[in-house]
C-alpha cells in the first residue's frame, strides 16, 4: 500500500466516449471515474461491450473517429493528458504507459521478426542509443518473460511461437521500456489453464520486480481474485461498483457484481446450484434514464427508473444501486 | 443394477491424421508424418449420465468427440453406441444412429450456416431424418425454440441478428429438436459471457434432467466440468491419463496432471501463494510427443523411469483409474 497523501499514478474524471450507432450516439464508456496508485493492481472487470478495454483505449488516446473521446480530467504521473499533443501523448504511450492486447497473434506483425518489434519501442522512446544495445536489451527482456534460448529466438518471428510464448513475447514489447503503468487487457483469455496460470505468476512477478502499476482487463473474476488489490466493475459503459477486492468478491454489493459471481463456475461452489443473470447485457445506442441492469435485476422495482449515481456506502467503496445508503451495508 | 449396457462403449480408439506434405519435401521424399491425436482410449458412458472430458488445446479431445460420432473415422478401435458397433459402419446403414447422436459445437459463430434462416438450420434434421417438408419443418422448429429460452417470432432471422448466447441456443436447438439420446458438447460454453454460459448451463441441465439425456462434455475449464459432469476423464496428448467419479477427481487427483488443473482453475477464494504451483513449458507437440509417459517433460514428479516407458492403467477402486508410475501402473 502507499501512502495516503500521495497523489495517484492516474487519474481519471469524467471519462465519456461516445460512437455513433443507427439508433443514436452511444455512450460506449460514460462518465467514468478512476484511480490507479502506484504500485498497484487494478483489476477492470465486466463482460464484452462493457467498454472495459474502450477506457483504457480512450485514455491511451487511441480511439480514432468517429469515436469523439472526452473527460473532465486525465492526470498522469502529474501530467495533464488532456493538455498534451498528440505527439507529447505519443511519448507517453508505449514508453511510461504500455498495453498489452488479448489475441497475441493479431497484436503483433507478422511480418517482423520479434527483435524488430521489441527494438523498435525501445529505439522510437529513446530507451537504446544503437541496434546492439536494443538487441541486448531484447534479449534480457525475453529472458526476463520465461522464453527459453532467448538470444536464438530473437530473429524467430510470431508464428513460430506457441500461444503461451506469443503472450509472452507481447508482454517483453511492452516491457521494454520499462513503463510505469502496465494495462493488461484479457492477457489470459486465450491461453490454455496451464499457461495462463505461468502468465499470471509472471505479471505478478514483473509487477513486484519493476514496481509497475498493472491494471487487468478481464471477465474472469478469477483472475481478478488472484491478482488485484482492488476491483472495478463495469456494466453497460459504465462503473457500477468499485472497492477492495477481497471486500467486493466477499460480499458484493451491486446486484450485476453478485450475479456475475454466482455466475462463476468455480470449484469452491459445486454444491451451490448455478444461478445464471437472466437477458443478456444491452446493445450500445442510447440508453433510457434508468439503472442499466434494470432488466436483468431482480430486486429492481420502480424506484430504479432513475439515473443512479455511483455512490460511497461504506469504507472506501462504491456502488451504483439505489437500495444502497451510506452506511447501510457490511 | 439395472443399467446393463453403457449406451456409449468406446475401446482402444485411435485417430490419427497425416500432414500433408509440401510440394518440397514431396519431391524430396520426406516420409509422411502422422498426427496421433487419439491413441487407445477406452471409456464407457452409462445411459443418462454426463462424462466429462477435460484437456488443454491439442490434446485430441475435440478429435476424441468427432470420432466417437463417426464424424471423423476411427483408424483403429471401436465405439459401440447401444450395443450395435458404429466406427465401420457405411454412412448409410449409420443414418438411423446419427440422428440418436447429436454435437453442439463450441463456437456458436461459425458453426450456423449465416445464409439461413433459424427455421431453416434448426428444421432441417427433422427434414432429413423424417423426410418432413420445409413447412412441416418449420412448424417442428417453432415448437421447439420455446424450450431453448427463444420464441416463434425468432424463426425469420439470420444468425448475425443474435447475440453469442442466443446463437448457442440456436445450436442447442438444431442438435436436440430430434430427441436424441446422446449430444456431444463441444466447448458449449467457452465462447460465451460469464453471466450467458451459466444460462447455456442450465439450459443443458435441464434437458438432461427431462429427456434422460447422456452427454460427453469437452471442455478445458474443470470448474465448468466439475459442475455437470458425473464422471471426469483427464485428457493429455491424446490419452486419458484419469478417469473416475467427479469427487474423486477433485478431492483426490491421482495424476499429477489432474493436480495442476486443479491447481490452476479459477476460484473465488484465495488461496495461499504456494498452492499456485504452474506447470513448466508448453504442451510438447503432438507431433513429436515424448516416449514413456507422455507427461514426463512437464511433470513436477517425474522419475527416471517415466521417460521410458509409458505407465500402465491403475484401478484405484470404485471406478476411479490412474495411467501414473507413482501408482505402481506396470508398463505398457
Known amino acids: ?330 | 443394477m439395472a443399467e446393463l449396457l453403457p449406451l456409449l462403449a468406446v475401446r482402444a480408439l485411435t485417430k490419427h491424421f497425416t500432414k500433408r506434405k509440401s510440394p518440397v519435401e514431396w519431391l524430396m521424399r520426406v516420409p509422411p508424418v502422422s498426427l496421433k491425436a487419439v491413441v487407445d482410449v477406452s471409456f464407457e458412458v452409462a445411459r443418462g449420465e454426463t462424462l466429462g472430458l477435460i484437456g488443454e488445446s491439442g490434446c485430441g479431445k475435440s478429435t476424441l468427440g468427432r470420432t466417437v460420432l463417426n464424424l471423423h473415422r476411427a483408424d483403429g478401435g471401436s465405439v459401440s453406441f447401444d450395443g450395435t458397433e458404429i466406427s465401420a459402419m457405411p454412412e448409410a446403414a449409420f443414418r438411423p444412429y446419427r440422428r440418436r447422436m447429436q454435437i453442439i459445437f463450441q463456437d456458436p459463430y461459425a458453426s450456423l450456416n449465416p445464409r439461413r434462416s433459424v427455421a431453416e438450420i434448426v428444421g432441417l434434421p427433422v427434414r432429413i431424418h423424417e423426410g418432413a417438408s420445409a413447412r412441416q419443418a418449420e412448424e417442428r422448429a417453432a415448437e421447439f425454440l420455446p424450450r431453448v429460452g427463444l420464441s416463434t417470432e425468432h424463426l425469420r432471422r439470420y444468425p448475425h441478428q443474435f447475440s453469442g448466447g442466443q446463437r448457442q441456443r440456436i445450436g442447442i436447438a438444431r442438435a436436440l429438436i430430434l430427441n436424441p439420446d446422446f449430444v456431444v458438447c463441444d466447448e458449449p460454453v467457452s465462447a460465451l459471457d460469464v453471466s450467458i454460459q451459466a444460462q447455456i448451463l442450465e439450459l443443458l441441465t435441464e434437458f438432461r434432467q427431462q429427456r434422460g439425456l447422456t452427454y460427453l462434455f469437452i471442455s478445458h475449464d474443470l470448474a465448468v466440468v466439475g459442475r455437470i459432469a458425473d464422471r471426469i476423464a483427464v485428457m493429455y496428448l491424446g490419452q486419458i491419463v484419469e478417469i473416475g467419479p467427479k469427487q474423486a477427481i477433485l478431492d483426490q487427483p491421482a495424476h499429477p496432471y489432474t493436480r495442476a488443473l486443479l491447481a490452476v482453475a479459477p476460484r473465488l477464494k484465495r488461496r495461499p501463494g504456494s498452492e499456485r504451483v504452474a506447470l513448466k513449458g508448453d504442451l510438447p507437440s503432438p507431433l513429436n510427443p515424448p516416449n514413456g509417459c507422455r507427461f514426463h517433460t512437464r511433470c513436477p514428479v517425474a522419475k527416471p523411469i517415466c521417460a521410458t516407458l509409458a505407465p500402465g492403467i491403475t484401478d484405484l477402486g470404485a471406478g476411479h483409474h490412474v495411467a501414473c508410475h507413482l501408482h505402481g501402473g506396470a508398463g505398457s
Not at chain 1, 68 to 83: E, H, N, P, T, Y
Not at chain 1, 245 to 263: F, K, M, N, Q, W
Open chain 1, 1 to 330: 500500500m502507499t501512502g495516503p497523501f500521495l497523489p495517484p499514478l492516474l487519474a481519471v474524471e469524467g471519462l465519456t466516449t461516445i460512437f455513433p450507432t443507427r439508433a443514436g450516439p452511444a455512450r460506449v464508456v460514460d462518465d467514468v471515474s478512476f484511480h490507479v496508485n502506484e504500485g498497484e493492481c487494478l483489476g477492470v472487470v465486466g463482460e464484452s461491450g462493457s467498454g472495459k478495454s474502450i477506457t483504457f483505449l480512450s485514455i491511451l488516446g487511441l480511439v480514432r473517429p468517429p469515436g469523439r473521446v472526452s473527460a473532465k480530467r486525465m492526470i498522469f504521473a502529474g501530467k495533464d493528458l488532456l493538455a498534451l499533443g498528440e505527439g507529447e501523448r505519443r511519448a507517453i504511450r508505449g514508453r511510461d504507459i504500455a498495453i498489452t492486447m488479448q489475441d497475441a497473434l493479431t497484436a503483433l506483425n507478422p511480418a517482423l521478426t520479434v527483435a524488430t518489434q521489441i527494438t523498435e519501442v525501445m529505439l522510437a522512446h529513446g530507451r537504446a542509443r544503437s541496434q546492439e544495445e536494443a538487441r541486448a536489451a531484447a534479449i534480457e527482456m525475453m529472458r526476463l518473460v520465461g522464453i527459453p534460448a532467448a538470444a536464438n529466438r530473437l530473429d524467430d518471428y510470431p508464428h513460430q511461437f506457441s500461444g503461451g510464448m506469443r503472450q509472452r513475447i507481447m508482454i517483453a514489447t511492452a516491457l521494454a521500456c520499462r513503463p510505469r503503468l502496465l494495462i493488461a487487457d484479457e492477457p489470459t483469455t486465450a491461453l490454455d489453464v496451464t499457461i495462463q496460470a505461468q502468465v499470471l505468476e509472471l505479471i505478478a512477478e514483473l509487477r513486484r520486480e519493476l514496481r509497475m502499476s498493472v491494471v487487468l482487463i478481464t471477465h474472469d473474476l478469477g483472475v481478478v481474485v488472484e491478482q488485484a488489490d482492488r476491483i472495478m466493475v463495469m456494466y453497460a459503459g459504465q462503473i457500477v461498483e468499485e472497492g477492495a477486492c477481497r471486500a467486493v468478491i466477499e460480499d458484493a454489493a451491486h446486484p450485476y457484481t453478485a450475479g456475475l459471481l454466482a455466475s462463476m463456475p468455480s470449484l469452491d461452489t459445486l454444491d451451490r446450484p448455478i444461478h445464471p443473470i437472466r437477458g443478456q447485457a444491452p446493445l450500445p445506442g442510447p440508453m433510457p434514464a434508468q439503472c442499466r441492469f434494470f432488466d436483468r435485476c431482480e430486486q429492481a422495482s420502480e424506484a430504479c427508473r432513475i439515473e443512479v449515481p455511483l455512490r460511497p456506502f461504506t469504507d472506501g467503496r462504491t456502488a451504483r444501486c439505489i437500495r444502497l445508503k451510506e452506511g447501510s451495508h457490511g
